[in-house]
Each structure stands twice: as structure tokens, then as C-alpha cells.
């Protein structure tokens, strides 16, 4: 580890390796720190990812794909099921990953692209000249020391630390922020070619709770529920704890992990001075689904693109890294995100009695495509009783 660089990338997860890579690849020098002592662990999410949508960045690898999804389901609190085909899920479907190894590969490929890794080595402060980010301080293995680089990358996932000490706000309301739990279980009976989303009150409260796949008798099963809903005994493990024993009583849970994952809009400005932030820590989790592993790489490769600019041109000013803001926001993920906020902002207000109707109004049509909008035509055409409510939410995401 040097004590200069052109760009430093804090956080070794899908966001900040892409960066790294890409400002490697076009020449830079760069280093990425991981305040942990080993990429890719501990794992915090479900693993899922559409299959389009990963080919984007890396070519899949049977190394790290722990399955590979048919069809998804929607399953409603009186158990109505949604059945959502493969060739109609869109990014429903898709492969599951081994995150211990996918992030390892990421972050292995930019180690080749030329970008220095340093693990065990936590970004304590920016180091700032006039409001300007020129660096940080960093504690590695117990031993403080300074990196100073033109730009540096925040991408130290959903708590967001560096991009706070930087200045900005990354506060995440508490009914937007989702408490999550999820179980690493086998020899559990599942389908091992369908993700399932289970939803309900009772289940989830203003949340959904999942079943992804990872082989023919094991699954991460996880929940997610609304931060305000969250209290001594209704906290999502409680809830997960429930489920699992109704449903998987002979099980065996062989990991646990829990967490935060915010479902709110994404930051309103993800650059400053010599800082540019990316992945969960700008915010760009799809606040429907919770996905944010292609936002992530997303948005880290864009934002290494425009530094790399930025420091050929000698101006690595907030108003010279703001074409990497504005270029996320006006691409499709940055309309999705927006559409889905808005969308999930609808659909947390429904009681059981509603998303049974729902359910129930579409258990058995057949769309060509899947999509958000397609699916809201049809629940308008079938609940004529919930016309006003449904053409409103039409209407915002015209």
C-alpha cells in the first residue's frame, strides 16, 4: 500500500470492485481497502441477481452460481400464488450466487486490472484541505496510517460512514430503512428452480419474506420488515423463527446474518469535492425487490469512468464528477428506482384483505412480458371496486 493514489476505493463489495477494476483498466492508479479480513464475507443478502443483468459486468461462472431460476412466485397471505414464468419474470428470475466467491472474483479481477487490495484496513476519516476530499485516514491491521488520492470512492455499503464524516447526509428514515433477517437452511423441502415471495402482515409486516434456491435441499430463507414495525417480539427474526418452524420444523440452520437494507430514495447528490459515493451506500437498492447487487456494479463502474476523466482533465471538482450523479439517475436504473419507490410506497399501505384480492385477480392470467406496468393494467382491469386507487398509482408512473 502506497501513500498516494489516483483514486481510492473504500469497500471491497460488487460496487467498490467494479470501480476499482474499470480505474485500473484505464490506467489509473488506484487502491481498494476492506475494513474486513476477507472479501466476501460475512454475507448480507439473499444472493440473487437477473441473469441479463449480471452478463452486463461479468460472465457467469458456475464457480460462484449456486443456482439457476426458472420462475418466481408471488405467494398472497390466504395462499394465493402468482406463478411468474421465466421467458415473463424479467429480473425475478435469474442465479442465485455463493457471495463468498462472487465478491472474491470481482475484487480478484481488479487486482489483475493493476488496483492494490488491502484488507483488514478501515477508513477511519477523510482527510479534506478546505472541504475538498484529498484521501483518508485509515487504521490497517491496527497500524494508522494517510492514503491521499484525487478522488476517493465511497463504497462502504448501507451504514454509509465515509460519505457522513465527508458531510453529506445519509440518513435513512426508520420506516424506510428494512430490518432484515435471513437463515442459511438444508435439507428443507423446496422447489429448486423458483424463488418465492411470500407476503402478508402476519408474515412480513410492510415487508416480503423470500426463499431463494442454492441447491436441491438448501435455500437462503430470509425476511425483511419495516424499521417501525420492528419491536421485542415482532422483530424480523421473530417473525422468520415463526415461519421456519411452521414450514421447515426438520431443518437446519447452518448460518444466520442480520441486517439493515434501505428502501427509501437514493441520496439527493452522490458527489462532492474529490468524493463520488456508489452501491447501498448511495442508496440505490431497488426499494421494491431490496435488490441492489447490479445497482451496485452499476454505478460503480460509471463512477470510475467519470473520475478517470475527471483526473485526465486536471478538475476533480464536485461539478466535474457531477455527469457520474446525473448519468445514474437518467439511465434505466435510475428511472426504475424512482418508478419502484413509488410503487412500493403504494403497496405497503395494503392490508391482507387487499393483497388477496390482488392476488386473486391475477393467480391465472398470462402476460407476454412481465413488467411493472403491464402487471398494474391488469390489476386495473380486474378490480374495477379499486379503479381510483390503482389509475392513481398508474398515473405517477407515467
Known amino acids: 500500500m502506497k501513500s498516494n493514489y489516483d483514486i481510492l476505493v473504500v469497500g471491497g463489495g460488487p460496487a467498490g470492485a467494479l470501480a476499482a477494476k474499470t480505474a485500473a483498466e ?14 466476501g464475507t460475512p454475507v448480507r443478502c439473499a444472493e440473487g441477481i437477473g441473469k441479463e443483468l449480471l452478463r452486463e459486468f461479468v460472465k457467469p461462472d458456475p464457480r460462484w452460481i449456486s443456482a439457476e431460476i426458472e420462475r418466481a412466485r408471488l405467494i398472497a397471505p390466504n395462499g394465493t ?15 442465485v450466487l455463493d457471495r463468498k466467491i462472487f465478491d472474491r472474483e470481482l475484487v480478484w479481477q481488479a487486482a489483475e486490472a493493476g488496483a492494490d487490495v488491502v484488507v483488514k484496513t478501515r477508513a477511519t476519516a477523510p482527510i479534506q484541505e478546505n472541504g475538498v476530499v484529498r484521501g483518508a485516514k485509515v487504521l490497517s491491521v491496527g ?17 454509509a ?7 453529506l447526509d445519509t440518513t435513512v428514515p426508520l420506516r424506510e430503512m428494512m430490518s432484515c433477517a435471513q437463515y442459511l437452511m438444508t435439507d428443507i423441502d423446496i422447489d ?3 424463488t418465492d415471495f411470500y407476503l402478508g402482515n402476519d408474515v412480513a409486516p410492510e ?7 442454492k441447491g436441491e435441499r438448501t435455500a437462503n430463507v430470509g425476511i425483511g420488515i419495516s424499521g417501525r414495525k420492528s419491536r421485542d417480539g415482532t ?10 418452524a411452521k414450514n ?17 430514495r437514493p441520496l439527493p447528490c452522490t458527489v462532492g469535492d474529490g468524493l463520488m459515493v456508489i452501491g447501498d451506500a448511495a442508496r440505490v437498492v431497488d426499494p421494491l425487490t431490496g435488490g441492489g447487487i447490479g445497482n451496485a456494479m452499476f454505478t460503480g463502474r460509471l463512477a470510475a469512468q467519470v473520475a478517470s476523466e475527471c483526473i485526465s482533465a486536471g478538475n476533480c471538482s464536485k461539478e466535474a464528477l457531477m455527469p457520474y450523479d446525473a448519468g445514474w439517475r437518467a439511465s434505466r436504473m435510475g428511472v426504475l428506482l424512482e418508478r419502484n419507490y413509488r410503487v412500493k410506497e403504494y403497496f405497503v399501505t395494503l392490508d391482507d384483505r387487499k393483497l388477496n384480492t390482488l392476488a386473486e385477480s391475477i393467480a391465472n392470467i398470462s402476460l407476454k412480458e412481465f413488467s411493472v406496468s403491464a402487471l398494474i393494467k391488469e390489476l386495473i382491469k380486474r378490480n374495477p371496486k379499486m379503479l381510483f386507487e390503482l389509475k392513481a398509482l398508474k398515473d405517477a408512473l407515467s
Open 26 to 39: 484505464a490506467g489509473n492508479s488506484v487502491c481498494l481497502i476492506e475494513k474486513r479480513s476477507a472479501i
Open 81 to 95: 400464488t402468482v406463478n411468474l414464468e421465466q421467458d415473463r419474470a424479467g429480473n425475478e428470475v435469474g442465479y
Open 143 to 159: 497500524t494508522p496510517a494517510d492514503i491521499r488520492a484525487d478522488v476517493v470512492i465511497a463504497a462502504d455499503g448501507t451504514e
Open 161 to 167: 460512514q465515509f460519505a457522513r464524516r465527508a458531510g
Open 192 to 194: 429448486a428452480g423458483s
Open 207 to 213: 415487508g416480503y419474506l423470500w426463499i431463494f434456491p
Open 235 to 244: 422483530r424480523a427474526k421473530d417473525y422468520l423463527d415463526r415461519f421456519v
Open 248 to 264: 421447515f420444523p426438520d431443518g437446519k440452520t447452518i448460518e444466520c446474518i442480520a441486517g439493515g437494507v434501505p428502501v427509501c
